[in-house]
């Protein structure tokens, strides 16, 4: 099936830093990724939706100067989480669906940060 | 709209014993239906999934899940759960209208097998 990579898997860093995540499809393009954010034993929760070429768009509630997204290609998309503090802490995963396939969604690997 | 009812946040079965994990959704046209698995501190990955053809869905490890409309239900279902099977399960429902949209996911049940 096609795959879907994000990097990287877990990532500490300091309060008031900035911390980049990557998502790319490797075997596919992708016009459309998708954000989300997972809480310890709860279901994920959309962030955003980014768009190959144009604005992402947010879902209610998330700040969008928090989560810039950037997706430049039709195979990468990144998410960067800026001035990033200890209630940013969480696991993020980010999803694609394959265009003219079937519309099953494949999810990259997840990334657990750590804001100390 | 579309949305998701997982019944049971936890379900606790014993080894060997069968699996259901139930699903109901809402839809305002005809949906297509996933079952994703996630492990600790991993992503999700695809199970089953319904697309319209079959409403008995076979998937890896096992797993089947019968869509019926009737009872806008998608349970999955195994015969035998085996301790690798412990993880939490999500089902998902998707517009197959509506382009590249996100999937709408259930809150998730954690599923335990006992030895």
């Known amino acids: 099936g096609a795959v879907v990579s994000q990097h990287p898997s877990r990532v500490i860093c300091k309060s008031g830093t900035s911390v980049k995540i990557e998502c790319r499809s490797l075997?596919?393009?992708?016009?459309?990724m998708f954000w989300y954010r997972q809480f310890p034993k709860q279901s994920l929760m959309l962030m955003a939706t980014s768009n190959e070429g144009s604005k992402a768009t947010y879902e209610q509630g998330v700040e969008k100067d928090k989560f810039l997204i950037n997706h430049a290609s039709l195979t990468l998309s990144t998410l960067t989480v800026t001035s990033a503090h200890p209630e940013d802490s969480s696991f993020y995963i980010c999803?694609?669906?394959?265009?003219?396939?079937?519309?099953?969604?494949?999810f990259g690997q997840g990334t657990r940060l750590t804001v100390v | 709209a579309q949305s998701v009812t997982q019944l049971g946040s936890h379900v606790s079965v014993s080894e060997g014993a069968l699996v259901l994990l139930r699903c109901n959704y809402s839809?305002?046209?005809?949906?297509?239906l996933f079952w994703y698995v996630q492990y600790p501190n991993q992503g999700l990955q695809l199970l089953l999934k319904?697309?319209?053809?079959?409403?008995l869905v076979k998937g890896i490890n096992g797993f089947e899940a019968e869509f019926k409309k009737s009872e806008t239900s998608f349970h999955l279902t195994k015969p035998s759960a085996h301790m690798s099977d412990a993880a939490e399960y999500f089902c998902?429902?998707?517009?197959?209208?509506?382009?590249?949209?996100?999937?709408?996911f259930g809150k998730g049940t954690r599923l335990s097998v006992i030895a």
């Open positions: 075997d596919f393009q992708a016009t459309t």
């Open positions: 998902a429902v998707a517009n197959p209208f509506s382009g590249n949209t996100p999937l709408v």
């Open positions: 319904y697309t319209s053809a079959a409403t």
């Open positions: 999803s694609a669906r394959p265009l003219h396939r079937d519309t099953e969604a494949f």
């Open positions: 839809s305002s046209v005809p949906p297509y």
